[in-house]
């Protein structure tokens, strides 16, 4: 039997029977929800729980939950159990499971136990929830975090160096406040050069002049002839950009910490040069404190190499006795990211 609604459709006399109403939730739901015996026997598995780790129901119900677990935490598994054997619950605890295909995933599990009619535990139930992307998205904020810290910090140091170095020039009070701060008004837009991909538009890629871009990121140690910059045009697309800027200024901060940039005599060279399908870009340090090896192995070296690659660059190094020569290769079809 069935009653017409006043808009004339039909509505059913019954409501649906609210299992049917769970099993639509649980069949549709992206998470993974499986049930075991607390023997730790697989006895249901939805759908979401296929997608995340790749095994169908049929290949699944009936084996131990262990076929999920890597072997450095097979010991969760026993603790798990005695926490639903005892009545309890486990919440949003986050841990590694391994997919059929043998690579792992980062999940977030919540356990709790099945009771019979009685009231007996019997079971357990699991929702396990892929947070992937969340790690990752963790990672990289931890490692941009990390950025912006060393960044600030060779900020700081590169600021200090523009004001000794022009207070060597033993210039009038006002000379010296102008041109300190026509230094770090250079030194700021160069800073916001290698911080603008950060926000830009994924969808936009206006192209620039790789000399360009480089001439900006090194003005704040353009001092006469001091810093000298040539050679090719080239275009640079704006993803490129940020990687090009940031190792730019990577490498200046070192010069203006330990090399060439430190004194005030020191001079430093740029060439650009298309080659076939690559550009080159050399980097010639002369008259500098004279040091032999790299000065800083640490984060901002880590920083320099991550770029390098990033570009599908190479990067070598060679201390002449005249100064550092860096010789930088990037392929052209990369750069005009």
């Known amino acids: 039997m069935a009653q017409a609604d006043r808009t004339g459709g039909v509505l059913p ?24 015996d607390l023997s730790g026997r697989i006895q249901t598995w939805n759908p979401g729980a296929s997608r995340i780790f790749g095994y169908t129901a049929s290949e ?6 262990t076929i999920l677990i890597p072997e450095e ?12 054997r005892s009545g309890e619950r486990v919440d949003h605890f986050e841990t590694v499971r391994r997919r059929k295909d043998g690579s792992f995933v980062d999940i977030s599990l919540t356990i709790s136990p099945i009771r019979d009619a009685a009231g007996t535990i019997v079971g357990a139930s699991k929702i396990a929830r892929d947070i992937s992307e969340r790690r990752l998205a963790e990672q990289n904020q931890r490692l941009l975090i990390r950025e912006m810290q060393h960044r600030v910090k060779n900020l700081f140091a590169v600021a200090t160096s523009i004001v000794t170095l022009t207070a060597r020039q ?9 041109t300190i701060r026509d230094r770090l008004s250079a030194l700021a837009r160069a800073h916001e050069l290698t911080t603008s991909g950060w926000s830009a538009d994924e969808n936009e890629n206006a192209c620039g002049d ?15 002839n001091r810093v000298r910059i040539g050679g090719d045009h080239v275009a640079v697309g704006s993803h490129a950009t940020t990687n090009i800027a940031l190792l730019i200024y990577e490498l200046a901060t070192n010069a203006a910490k330990y090399g060439a940039l430190s004194v005030a005599k020191g001079q430093l060279t740029i060439g650009l040069h298309v080659e076939g399908d690559n550009v080159r870009i050399d980097w010639a340090e002369a008259g500098g404190p004279g040091l032999h090896g790299e000065k800083a192995s640490g984060f901002g070296s880590q920083l320099a190499n991550k770029l390098t690659s990033a570009l599908g660059a190479t990067l070598t190094r060679d201390w ?10 990037i392929p052209l079809a990369r750069l005009k990211t």
């Open 13 to 36: 006399l019954h409501n649906p029977d609210p299992r049917d109403w769970l099993s639509a939730i649980v069949e549709g739901s992206d998470d993974a929800i499986i049930s075991k």
């Open 320 to 329: 002449r006795p005249t100064g550092l020569v860096i010789t930088i290769e």
């Open 210 to 224: 790789l000399l360009a871009l480089i001439e900006t990121v090194l003005a704040p140690y353009s001092d006469g």
């Open 60 to 65: 699944v119900i009936g084996k131990p939950i």
């Open 170 to 178: 033993n210039l009038a009070a006002e000379a010296l406040a102008s």
């Open 73 to 84: 935490r097979l010991d969760e598994e026993p603790r798990i159990l005695a926490k639903i």
